[in-house]
C-alpha cells in the first residue's frame, strides 16, 4: 500500500488542524493506522494509532485529549484531527500502516510496514 500524508501547514499556538493520509490499494481495511512526528533533532516519536475497525485507539500522553485519530475504510482515509496545538507539536508528521487482522494497535515504529512520506506541522507561539 502507498500512503500520501497531507494537511499540514503553520497554525498559532492553540489553533487546530487536520491531517490526512490517503492510501492506494483495495485493502486498506486490512491495516492499522498510525502517525508519528519528528520535530528537528529529535528521534521520530509515536502519537496516535487506530485499529482497522476505528475500533481501537492509543495516544501519545503528549497528546491525550487534544488529538484524536479515526478513519473511512470506504475513502482509504485516516485522519489525525489536531486541536490546541502547542508550539512543542511541530514537527514533520508521518503516517503508517500496519498489516493486521484484529484490533490490536501498538506505538512500535518498527511493527509497520508502509510509511508516507510525512508532512510539516509548524506552530508558532
Known amino acids: 500500500v502507498q500512503l500520501q500524508a497531507s494537511g499540514g501547514g503553520l497554525v498559532q499556538a492553540g489553533g487546530s488542524l487536520r491531517l490526512s493520509c490517503a492510501a492506494s490499494?483495495?485493502?486498506?481495511?486490512?491495516?492499522?493506522m498510525g502517525w508519528f512526528r519528528q520535530a528537528p533533532g529529535k528521534e521520530l516519536e509515536f502519537v496516535a494509532a487506530?485499529?482497522?475497525?476505528?475500533?481501537?485507539?492509543y495516544y501519545s500522553d503528549s497528546v491525550k485529549g487534544r488529538f484524536t485519530i479515526s478513519r473511512e475504510n470506504a475513502k482509504n482515509t485516516a485522519y489525525l484531527q489536531m486541536n490546541n496545538l502547542k508550539p512543542e507539536d511541530t514537527a514533520v508528521y508521518y503516517c503508517?500502516?500496519?498489516?493486521?487482522?484484529?484490533?490490536?494497535?501498538?506505538?512500535?515504529?518498527?511493527?509497520?510496514?508502509?510509511w508516507g512520506q510525512g508532512t510539516l506541522v509548524t506552530v508558532s507561539s
Open positions: 503508517a500502516a500496519r498489516r493486521t487482522s484484529g484490533n490490536f494497535v501498538t506505538s512500535d515504529r518498527f511493527l509497520y510496514n508502509f
Open positions: 490499494g483495495r485493502t486498506f481495511s486490512s491495516y492499522s
Open positions: 487506530i485499529s482497522w475497525s476505528g475500533g481501537s485507539t
